[in-house]
T-cell receptor, first 113, second 109 residues
């Protein structure tokens, strides 16, 4: 399967712990986008990255959230000191850049106890 | 801030009926996309419309982009239970996609 791969599919954390969500883009894609989705709602943009660069992080909370897309390896969305309100589905999408279609992974469902 | 409003938010109809979902904004988008999302999965792209007034057909689905590129509609003819899902419109603006809140469509056999 050469699609966008996200792992883990489900992640359970206790309040105060750290959550790390990984995304491997589709082969040949160097642009990665992270979105957050609450039940029965649309996706909310969080951050747009290219290899080793953050292009737009206007949708990221100022504290506790960070994202990276290193030269080698997957993109990582990191949430420190998680709180109940962080519970959501987090989706990653990749594209070839510009306004080319974005292809989505199947998401990571994060639950905070 | 660019916003997209979808209506209706929920729609439940009988198999064989026709329906239309709307996606409206006060902002102009360079292109607009429609996605369908199944439970537990990521959104899957159905179509991209780029030109004002453009109409695209995908089997029983007809997508239209408004002349001013501020709104779009999705029309489904003779809906089938397999059409059940969450339909999302998304506009491309400022290097990112802006999503509507979605329309949860249920087709009853």
């Amino acid at each position: 399967n050469a699609g966008v791969m996200q792992n883990p599919r489900h992640l359970v954390r206790r309040r105060g712990q750290e959550a790390r969500l990984r995304c491997s883009p589709m082969k040949g894609h160097s642009h990665v986008y992270w979105y957050r989705q609450l039940p029965e709602e649309g996706l909310k943009f969080m951050v747009y990255l290219q290899k080793e660069n953050i292009i737009d992080e206007s949708g990221m909370p100022k504290e506790r959230f960070s994202a990276e897309f290193p030269k080698e390896g997957p993109s990582i969305l990191r949430i420190q000191q998680v709180v109940r309100g962080d519970s959501a589905a987090y989706f990653c999408a990749s594209s070839g850049g510009g306004n080319q279609p974005q292809h989505f992974g199947d998401g990571t469902r994060l639950s905070i106890l | 801030t660019q916003l997209l409003e979808q209506s209706p938010q929920f729609l439940s109809i009988q198999e064989g009926e026709n329906l239309t979902v709307y996606c409206n904004s006060s902002s102009v988008f360079s292109s607009l996309q429609w996605y369908r999302q199944e439970p537990g999965e990521g959104p899957v792209l159905l179509v991209t419309v780029v030109t004002g007034g453009e109409v695209k057909k995908l089997k029983r689905l007809t997508f239209q982009f408004g002349d001013a590129r501020k709104d779009s509609s999705l029309h489904i003819t003779a809906a089938q239970p397999g059409d059940t899902g969450l339909y999302l419109c998304a506009g491309w603006g400022a290097q990112k996609l802006v999503f509507g809140q979605g329309t949860r469509l249920t087709i009853n056999p």
